[in-house]
């Protein structure tokens, strides 16, 4: 959790007094004496607090405190100082909010009697914590605004949660989305870019340097630009998302990358150029409309997608599954409908079966199944499982189709924030305070209270390749945001969720999505 600097006392001793320059009477003045400020501080911004006791002694005075006032403040820059006063009392309690770089701390004592001040140096370093760790972006119930904290991961230290990372005190963004890392990509940096979405809109975020600012919002970037009518731009996802192959760490997609708005799906090579003109949701090399889709792209998450660009999305104006075209390296951006069999355990088409999609998502077990919930209109419900297109294999195939026994999944109606374990046939799923997991080929059924609402559920599956381990995120008036790493138990016939009581950290947002970072 967070860790707080213990100083240990040193003295830094300063006098003043006036020189005899004769055979003259003279009043002795109080010389004051300041002990416990270290020479320096290496501290990690947005994150460490610096705490400072010091002792004041003076010659007359002794520790008599009530004649002096006091000063902290910090000096930016060699020639340019920029002044920036911190305390006013003894005690310093400073949460460290600065640039990257070194600064200087002063401390100055005043006697109220004589004028004279008495001042006190060290040096600060600070360093960004915000290289490795998990980016948290939610909403500030209490201030009306969005928020963007990170549990960061220093090297050799504990994890911690270092707040605020991007001050939206003047932007006042509202309504949080998605915050998107595309991952590293070796020797290109201007490729592993950062996205924060909101209602207010979508923008870039520099972020190597420590300090979170706007780089542009996503109209002005240049980065689609397209005859096809569309909305204002909205980034609603970036895929495929980053993964981990034997053990390193793939960015989101290192030849081929995808960019979903509210209405436009478009894929282009990296490689060359981050540059997007063509839609590619639509039926044909030629049609000039584009259809509405349900906002999820499925594909095979945990195969090395470093030029994936075979996928399905869901056309909820026909209702059905369609899919890319062999592949979109060969500029076809078009997608279209696969052929159904009777023997299929669902058809790609919806329209016969009265069915829509509620749900999507990627399991990240080996052999990268996709699934989607669906409604029927006599309210029951369906979980299909398929392969999106594999790694490398141009293959779309259905696994099969599984009814929801509401008998015994319960309050399943009411669900919300649903997530595919990978380790077995598991639904997990939250209803208000219950984290619910049914298993949908032997229809069991355990839920968990969590004491909050919950208000994400995501997989930890990059950072170590792990199919175990997950987030849970709850929100109460009083504990505000909580934010666990569980893992899911592996024994086939046994529901059981296993805590790490040390993966446990505390913020103030109501958490919407949270995203690893690694660079």
């Known amino acids: 959790m967070k860790k707080t600097i213990i100083l240990l006392l040193t003295s830094i001793c300063f006098f003043s007094c006036v020189e005899d320059e004769g055979n003259y009477d003279y009043t002795s003045l109080n010389e004051i004496t300041i002990e416990g400020i270290e020479p320096s501080y290496n501290v990690l911004n947005k994150v460490d607090t ?84 998990y980016l948290l972006l939610g909403d500030d119930m209490e201030k009306g605004v969005m928020g963007l904290d990170m549990i960061v991961m220093p090297a050799g230290r504990d994890t911690t949660v270092a707040k605020n990372i991007y001050d939206n005190s003047e932007t006042q963004f509202k309504g949080a989305d998605k915050i998107l890392y595309q991952g590293p990509r070796g020797g290109m940096v ?21 300090d979170l600012s706007i780089i542009s919002e996503v109209n002005d970037y240049h980065l ?37 708005t509210e209405d436009m799906i478009l894929v282009s090579a990296t490689s060359t150029t981050d540059y997007h003109t063509t839609p590619c949701n639509r039926k044909s090399n030629t049609a000039t409309e584009l259809f509405n889709f349900y906002p999820y792209v499925f594909y095979g998450a945990p195969n090395r997608n470093s030029s994936l660009n075979i996928f399905v999305i869901y056309n909820t104006d026909e209702n059905c599954f369609m ?59 369906y979980l299909y499982k398929f392969i999106a297109g594999g790694s490398y294999g141009y293959q779309f195939t259905k696994v099969g189709c599984y009814e929801i026994d509401l008998s015994v999944a319960s309050n399943f109606a009411n669900a919300s924030n649903y997530m595919i374990a990978s380790t077995g046939s598991i639904l997990l799923y939250a209803c208000g305070t219950k984290l619910c997991m049914y298993n949908f080929v032997h229809k069991m059924y355990k839920e968990y209270d969590m004491g909050a609402d919950i208000t994400c559920l995501k997989h930890d599956f990059v950072p170590k390749a792990s199919r175990t381990e997950f987030f849970i995120a709850t929100y109460s008036e009083t504990e505000k945001g909580v934010v666990r790493k569980v893992d899911i138990g592996t024994n086939p016939n046994v529901l059981e969720i296993i805590e790490r009581p040390n993966e446990i950290w505390n913020t103030d947002l109501r958490v919407k999505d949270i995203e690893f970072k690694t660079n």
């Open 323 to 381: 899919k890319t075209v062999w592949n979109l390296t060969k500029a076809t951006h078009s997608v279209e409908i696969a052929t159904d069999k009777t023997t299929d355990p669902f058809p790609w088409r919806q329209g016969d079966t009265g069915r829509t999609i509620v749900w999507g998502g990627n399991s990240f077990d080996s052999s990268g199944h996709s699934y989607a919930l669906m409604k029927d209109n006599e309210g029951k419900y």
């Open 190 to 210: 201007e490729k592993e870019t950062l996205w924060m979405c909101t209602d207010d809109g979508s923008f870039r975020l520099s972020h190597h340097d420590g």
């Open 50 to 133: 610096i705490k400072i006791s010091p002792i004041i002694k003076g010659s007359i005075l002794e520790e008599n405190l009530d004649n002096y006032e006091f000063q902290w403040h910090i000096h930016e820059g060699i020639t340019d100082h920029k002044h920036t006063i911190i305390g006013n009392t003894k005690d310093l309690v400073y949460n460290v909010d600065l640039g990257i770089g070194d600064y200087t701390l002063y401390f100055t004592v005043k006697d109220k009697t004589t004028g004279l001040e008495t001042t006190a140096y060290s040096s600060i370093k600070t360093s960004t914590a915000i290289s490795k760790g």
């Open 224 to 260: 689609i630009e397209t005859e096809f009518d569309h909305k204002k731009l909205r980034i609603k996802d970036i895929f495929p998302h980053p993964t981990n192959y034997y053990n390193i760490i793939w960015n989101c997609s290192y030849m081929y990358r995808g960019y979903m």
